[in-house]
């Protein structure tokens, strides 16, 4: 596909057109209005909800430049490599397959999008935000900069391509949810609005957003929530200082991959006390990666304890060298939980060691190899929310008025200093950014009840307590992670 002098002359003016003529697709009205200011001015900034058409748009304006342009250059970046390759990276693959006829002149690799007989002068290509000297060397008369879920990039990451934006054709569309208070998205759409086309998205006026979604979202956490706020509406989260952990940090975690090999299992059990919260199993490799958890919505013990076995024996088979750690919330209803595991741990631990020794072809009743298989390291540790506090590490500032605080001081801790991955999970990043604190008369931080979060609407955190109580050390031993 060929397009003769005069056309690109008209589409380099016109996206919209190139868009619905080139790409065969019809953008919706706010997609439109990103194209539009991508055209007539030098940065756009978009802070949305989820799921309105993003990565489309971004993938498009990078068509749309290559096509319009001679020899310019269009750097793309994320916070994330799945974002940056998996997501914006396959959708640039995706629209131009199209138009067939786009092949003839584009050609995409997973490391470069290019034109036709020119892949080093006049090309796309992906960088993750890790690193600012990634994105530095992008000098040409037609530069387009793309910053995909720019609340997640770091500050220093953009010196580099302001200094490139000198050209009169130099160009900047940053989007994202707004995850951040602070840092250079943030300030885009505030103190350095000025510089900006900023651009607000709300996901309710997207046709792209179904409000099946819209009704989850504010069934699960409520319309006056930071995930609705910015999930859905495209707004910053609320100036919560009382709030102890952030939610930039859990979607950071969420997103985050760390090395857990599997030498050390630590489960959280966090038991309900009352008919509508629920009790969590909450597992964790080596105090770093988290595993997927389960909930359920009942009280008996014995069901709770029954799912803890079952847990702890699927988790031995799947990481046969780990020591296993179960730390049970012993406050009301737990004790019993405790008890009920505590008097099966001799049975659990010799049925996994028969298990292994069948999966050796060993006979567990014989003598000589069967004497070979290793047994599972098992220990069951009661905890307790009441208990006394402290710091988390000895150099911490911080002090805590009981052992609530103890162990979601240390969640927040790993999470600010980006040790620990978390699922990606609403439900648990809303049940941890919107625990609040107190500054008692003793200059020690005090957690919010649960009593309290209920009345003003906020449901108990259980999930929350459960990966806490599965970071937590009672005796203090933290120099085994540290």
Same mark, same amino acid.
């Not at 989820?50 to 750097?75: D, M, N, Q, Y």
């Not at 995909?148 to 490139?164: C, R, T």
């Not at 940053?174 to 510089?195: A, C, I, V, W």
């Not at 911080?398 to 699922?423: C, D, I, P």
């Given at each position: ?8 002359? =008209? ?14 697709? #019809? ?25 309105? %058409? ?46 067939? &006829? ?27 935000? /890790?690193?600012?000297?990634? *994105? ?29 934006? /000198? ?13 951040? *208070? ?47 706020? #910015?999930?859905?509406? %495209? ?35 966090? #038991? +309900? ?42 988790? +031995? ?14 406050? %009301? ?33 014989? /003598? ?11 220990? =069951? ?5 009441? &208990? ?31 040790? *620990? ?62």
């Amino acid at each position: 596909m060929n397009l003769s002098e005069d056309a690109i002359l =008209f589409y380099a003016q016109e996206p919209i057109y190139f868009v619905e003529d080139i790409i065969h697709v #019809v953008p919706d009205r706010n997609q439109k209005e990103i194209l539009r200011s991508l055209r007539d001015y030098p940065m756009t900034s978009v802070r949305s909800g989820h799921g309105i %058409g993003k990565s489309a748009t971004e993938a498009w304006a990078v068509l749309w430049f290559l096509l319009t342009r001679p020899f310019p250059k269009v750097p793309c970046t994320a916070p994330t490599e799945h974002q940056l390759f998996d997501v914006l990276w396959a959708e640039i693959s995706k629209w131009l397959r199209n138009n067939p &006829g786009l092949k003839s002149e584009i050609i995409w690799t997973k490391e470069k999008v290019y034109m036709k007989g020119h892949p080093e002068e006049w090309f796309a290509v992906p960088r993750t935000a /890790t690193n600012p000297e990634a *994105l530095q060397g992008f000098h040409a008369d037609h530069v387009l900069y793309i910053i995909d879920e720019a609340s997640g990039v770091a500050d220093k990451v953009f010196e580099p391509v302001l200094g490139a934006m /000198t050209g009169d054709d130099a160009k900047l569309l940053m989007m994202g949810n707004p995850t951040r *208070l602070t840092g250079f998205f943030y300030d885009s759409h505030h103190k350095n609005r000025e510089q900006y086309r900023a651009l607000h998205i709300d996901g309710r006026d997207s046709s792209h957003v179904s409000k099946k979604f819209v009704q989850q979202i504010i069934d699960m956490f409520g319309i006056d929530s930071d995930v609705f706020r #910015v999930r859905v509406a %495209g707004v910053f989260p609320k100036s919560t200082p009382d709030s102890l952990i952030a939610m930039e940090w859990c979607e950071a975690a969420g997103k985050r991959n760390v090395e857990a090999p599997g030498e050390r299992i630590d489960i959280g059990i966090d #038991v +309900a006390r009352y008919g509508d919260d629920s009790s969590v199993l909450y597992p964790l490799s080596d105090q770093a990666k988290s595993l997927q958890y389960e909930i359920y919505h009942h009280n008996r013990t014995t069901e709770i304890t029954g799912h803890g076995v079952m847990m702890i024996k699927r988790l +031995a088979t799947l990481y046969p060298d780990a020591k296993i750690r179960v730390k049970v919330d012993c406050d %009301g209803l737990g004790v019993g939980v405790y008890d009920n595991l505590y008097e099966q741990k001799d049975r659990i631990i010799d049925e996994v060691w028969r298990e292994r020794c069948r999966k050796e072809g060993i006979d567990p009743a014989g /003598t000589g190899q069967s004497q070979d298989v290793p047994r599972l390291d098992l220990e =069951f540790i009661e905890c307790h929310f009441g &208990g006394s506090g402290g710091k988390v590490g000895e150099e911490d500032p911080v002090e805590y008025s009981n052992s609530t605080g103890l162990m979601w001081g240390k969640v927040r801790k790993y999470l600010q200093e980006g040790r *620990l991955s978390l699922l990606e999970d609403d439900a648990l990043f809303s049940q941890l950014c919107n625990r609040k604190y107190i500054v008692n008369k003793d200059g020690r931080l005090e957690l919010e009840r649960k009593e309290a979060m209920k009345k003003r609407g906020v449901r108990s955190p259980d999930i929350a307590d459960a990966l806490a109580l599965a970071l937590y050390e009672p005796n203090n031993e933290w120099d085994l992670y540290w």
